[in-house]
């Protein structure tokens, strides 16, 4: 038999809810073979409130793990989660142009939930400039379509488009803004847009905490399905059921993070 083949270009997550983990976790869910290629360490720090310490991969290591997937096996989707260094976000940018990796799932990570840390501010330019235009689909934050649209805060479903058009002017096929708890509304709500028509993405929002590794584990959803074969436009409204299923089923690890359920869909249903 084969199975799908993706490939995520992003970082450790050593609490396991996010980063290359929760990818893992949710392309197997969808019966996905994974494979990575490992970009940063990050490591929380239990004796100071979980801060999170991050151990860059050196670039050529990362340019021999894609020459192991790309050039020794062929994947069939790929997507990118945190990189931190200009030149990681060059070697990823690179692959998906020479491979003709034209299913690639960007996720533009610059801040971690939980402490709220902004990790790399510095590389918001190079994701914008180098990444985000050879994306079939970017999937920013709030804070992250700030920065890439260049609007600053955005606080409002309205802004939220015209961030979307600003962003898909960069050369992103597709655009989809997360607005998650950070937006003042009463629903989960998420704006995609395809460069002619918007969706507004709306769920309930669960009142919890533990939604470490939402982003990782929606954008890894959206390549999943992207895999399978299905376009873009439902592979983002499968993968919205899916991670509000994870949320819904999110659990607390310790005092400070709580990750979402990879496996909720699965065992719980919607
Ligand atoms: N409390 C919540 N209840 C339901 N959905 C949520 C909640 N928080 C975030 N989401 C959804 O989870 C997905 C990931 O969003 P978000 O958590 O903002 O991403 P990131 O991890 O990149 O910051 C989005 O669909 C968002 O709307
Ligand atoms: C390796 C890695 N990638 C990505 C993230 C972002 O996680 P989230 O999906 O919660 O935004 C984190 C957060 O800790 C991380 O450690």
Known sequence: MTLPKALTIAGSDSSGGAGIQADLKTFQEHGIYGMSALTVVVAMNPHNNWSHDTYPIDADTVRAQL?????????????????????????????IKDYNLNQAVIDPVMVCKGADEVIYPELAEALRDVLTPVAKIVTPNLWEAGQLSGMGALTTIEQMKEAAVKIHELGAQNVLIKGGNKLDHENAVDVFFDGNKYDILESERIDTPYTHGAGCTYSAAITAQLAKGVDVKDAVYEAKRFITSAIRNSFKLNQYVGPVNHGAQRFYGE
Request: net charge negative.
């Open 67 to 95: 020459s192991t997937i790309l050039e020794g096996i062929g994947v069939d989707v790929m997507k990118t989660g945190m990189l931190p260094t200009v030149e990681i976000i060059e070697t990823a940018a690179k692959a």
